[in-house]
């Protein structure tokens, strides 16, 4: 069992930064692939970024190259850094852990543990 806990969301403008933080509990942490997924009002949820137990890190095409996802694993703890934030990354983000599957399962939202997740907006 994963317990997780998102923290970090926020109202913030255009072209500001946020970073969000995410907790989990038990000792499988180190073992687990890690992603962050959002959902906008009215719209499907969808990838945003998964690092996997080796710490082989993939993004959604949509974020590649403003938001930056780490893990600690001493620390059970893994992290979304969001730079030139746009009105279109306003959701609700989610923290989701695995301990099976590869990357076309992980991109599908294929998790077995979520956070409740975390309101961020995006204003213009």
């Known amino acids: 069992q994963v317990l997780l806990v998102e923290s970090g969301g926020g109202l913030v403008q255009a072209g500001d930064s946020l970073r969000l933080s995410c907790g989990a509990s038990?000792?499988?942490?180190?073992?687990?692939?890690v992603g962050w997924f959002r959902q906008a009002p009215g719209k499907e949820r969808e990838f945003v970024a998964v690092i996997s137990w080796t710490g082989n890190t993939y993004y959604a095409d949509s974020v590649q190259g403003r938001f930056t996802m780490a893990r600690d694993n001493a620390k059970n703890t893994m992290s979304l850094q969001m730079d030139s934030l746009k009105p279109d990354d306003t959701a609700v983000y989610y923290c989701a852990a695995t301990l099976s599957g590869g990357y076309y399962q992980w991109v599908r939202g294929e998790f077995n543990y979520w956070g409740r997740g975390t309101q961020v907006t995006v204003s213009s």
């Open positions: 038990g000792h499988l942490f180190k073992n687990a692939a």
